[in-house]
């Protein structure tokens, strides 16, 4: 997302109406108010005002909307690009703080859905059995193999079936009737980490918290922030050419 796009869409004239403060005069009589100048004086105030309204409406959509505008600085970053002027922050700079704000954004709306994991995590790591490694990934060994063991640039070949805290399924290779085959470093973080773990032949259980798995955003039928927990079966390792 380029910030000239961002902008482009958010061309809008902040207009600002100072209206005059009541003037009272002596001896005391009821304050009174001059009526404020018509905002909308021609064409052009118009097309501004309706500008901003576009602005506001994308910058909702976006996820920007709860940002506290200040329009002072808002009216120089849009009239900087339709001026063709240089721009006071740069494009990586601009995308690197929009991002961060909407990831912070996002992880609030999500954050009863980490805490349950984080609490799940919490209890799950006193079960006899289970390992926790310095990232966090959690995992169990149901049987071991005797095979060899992937590292990340090597393409593993495994059976699988994922669910929520809740037992909810959403994703099983039996579903497709055939194995997964992807490369090691191409998955989620948590299946990179534990599957290095694992010798061809075993079955291990993932308890992978949301940070090594699909972050703060929905992906199909599993909800921002959400734990998950996968049984693999690691039926043969490809190794890089």
């Known amino acids: ?8 869409m958010m061309l809008a004239m902040f ?14 009589v009821k304050a009174v108010v001059k009526p404020a100048a018509p905002v909308l004086k021609t064409t052009s105030d118009s097309l501004s005002y309706v500008l901003g ?9 976006q996820g920007l909307g709860g940002i506290k505008v200040n329009g002072t600085a808002f009216l120089k ?15 990586v ?29 919490a209890q799950n790591k006193l079960k006899a059995g289970v390992k926790t490694t310095a990232s966090g990934l959690q995992y169990e060994v149901i049987s071991e193999g005797t095979g060899i063991k992937p590292t990340a640039v090597d393409t593993f070949v495994c059976n699988y079936r994922g669910t929520l805290i809740n037992g909810t399924e959403f994703d099983a290779s039996a579903k497709r ?12 973080r948590g299946w990179t980490e534990g599957l290095q773990l ?7 259980k993932f308890y992978i918290p949301y940070d090594l798995g699909y972050g703060t955003n929905d992906q199909g039928m599993i909800p921002g922030g959400s734990l998950l927990i996968f049984d693999v079966e690691l039926l043969d390792v490809k190794k890089k050419q």
């Open 15 to 28: 207009i600002s109406v100072n209206a005059q403060p009541p003037k009272t005069v002596k001896p005391p």
């Open 198 to 204: 694992m010798s061809v032949g075993s079955k291990y």
């Open 1 to 8: 997302m380029k910030k000239i796009i961002l902008l482009g």
């Open 93 to 121: 700079a601009a995308n690197d703080m929009l991002n961060k704000y909407l990831s912070q954004e996002q992880e609030k709306k999500v954050q009863p859905v980490i805490e349950e994991g984080k609490k799940f995590l």
């Open 177 to 188: 009737n055939q194995p997964l085959t992807m490369p090691v470093n191409k998955v989620i």
């Open 53 to 61: 309204e576009v602005a506001a409406f994308n910058l909702i959509q």
């Open 77 to 91: 970053g849009m009239t900087d690009i339709t001026g063709k002027k240089p721009t006071q922050v740069n494009d």
